[in-house]
């Protein structure tokens, strides 16, 4: 995907699609909550409450991951005044627009994710 990238490009971290093994990583931690009274008895300590969040978290992951081909790229740029970073990665089905706008939505706080397909980055609308 190297030579995807813009020219102006700063940093570029390749990373396998992780959806799956994030998954089975989380499914092996609840495993282990429950087998484990020490590991269970620290989780409650402190962190029992962002057991939601990591879940949701590992879930929005594992169903992207679905739409991705086997690499994922983040790259970073600077333009003018700005940083600006963007991820990278072949899309092996349709969808995955609209389930990014499910997932992320955009507020009056917080702008959404954009999805930029390769129509869009050759001139079309997407």
């Not at 030579?3 to 092996?28: C, H, K, M, W």
């Not at 594992?62 to 600077?78: C, T």
């Amino acid at each position: 995907m190297l030579d995807r990238v813009p020219a102006n490009t700063t940093l570029y971290i390749s990373v396998p699609n992780l959806g799956d093994f994030l998954s089975e990583a989380n499914q092996i931690f609840h495993d282990q909550l429950k087998q484990s009274p020490a590991l269970e008895e620290w989780w409650d300590s402190g962190h029992a409450n962002n057991m939601t969040d990591l879940d949701g978290m590992v879930e929005k992951i594992h169903q992207m991951s679905k739409y991705l081909g086997d690499e994922v790229v983040i790259v970073g740029s600077r333009q003018a005044k700005n940083s600006g970073f963007a991820i990278i990665a072949d899309v092996k089905q349709g969808g995955l627009d609209d389930l990014l706008k499910q997932q992320f939505p955009a507020s009056d706080s917080k702008p959404g994710i954009t999805l930029l397909d390769q129509h869009f980055l050759s001139g079309g609308k997407s």
